[in-house]
């Protein structure tokens, strides 16, 4: 099983629309998540952290459930400029590294 | 807002060339990391740093890589005898804290070996 996993997509979504994304990791001794959003040939940027209550950011929203080993990401109301490669991130259980998702591509068109 | 800065944004080497790519990391930061990004495939963790030594490395960051803090503001990524297979995005990563503050990305150095 992979460390973390993703659905690749691409999602290709109408602007406005609601589009979730789903990662679940192998490691249950994860200490924390983080999503990372990452534009074409750019370095990747901070979304958002993932806490266990679950945590939103404007249109964003995030849910953990350690249970499962599972991790989403919610976009509401999407926006042309929310086109981007969706990184899931999980620190390692030695909390110097942290793992990359490979991705899910989104792509939200007018 | 500050950042992390590397340079150069792109370097172009010849197989078996030494390369070293620079990074300057947020000021209050202590943890240092590289990762590199190779065209079409995922982020990959090649080392950690902190308190001038490295705190973990991956199994790609072998006996060719090597970092550096030359000075208080530097950190620095060496690959000794560079490969085709070393082509990537090589980016600096910094942190004030271990494991639970996410880490700030720089913008990246392209590397190409010819």
């Known amino acids: 099983r992979k460390e973390v996993e993703q659905d690749p997509g691409p999602f290709n979504v109408p602007e406005g629309a609601t589009v979730a994304f789903n990662c679940t990791y192998s490691?249950?001794?994860?200490?924390?998540f983080f999503w990372y959003r990452q534009d074409c040939r750019k370095e990747p940027k901070l979304l958002m952290s993932?806490?266990?209550s679950g945590n939103e950011d404007g249109r964003f929203t995030a849910q953990l459930n350690r249970a499962s080993q599972y991790i989403s990401l919610l976009i509401r109301d999407s926006k042309l400029s929310d086109s981007a490669t969706y990184l899931c991130?999980?620190?390692?259980?030695?909390?110097?590294?942290?793992?990359f998702g490979s991705g899910t591509r989104l792509s939200i068109r007018p | 807002e500050p950042e992390v800065t590397q340079t150069p944004s792109h370097q172009v080497t010849q197989m078996g060339q030494e390369v070293i790519l620079r990074c300057v990391p947020i000021?209050?930061?202590?943890?240092f990391y590289w990762y590199r990004q190779i065209l079409g495939q995922k982020v990959e963790f090649l080392v950690s740093?902190?308190?001038?030594?490295?705190?973990?490395k991956s199994e790609i960051f072998d006996d060719q890589f090597s970092v550096e803090r030359p000075d208080g503001s530097n950190f620095t990524l060496k690959i000794r005898s560079t490969k085709l297979e070393d082509s990537a995005m090589y980016f600096c990563?910094?942190?004030?804290?271990?494991?639970?503050?996410?880490?700030?990305f720089g913008d990246g150095t392209r590397l190409s070996i010819l």
């Open positions: 990563a910094s942190s004030e804290t271990l494991g639970t503050q996410p880490q700030h």
């Open positions: 490691n249950s001794a994860s200490q924390s």
């Open positions: 993932v806490y266990s």
């Open positions: 991130v999980v620190a390692g259980s030695s909390a110097s590294k942290i793992i």
């Open positions: 000021s209050n930061h202590l943890y």
């Open positions: 740093f902190y308190n001038n030594e490295i705190s973990e």
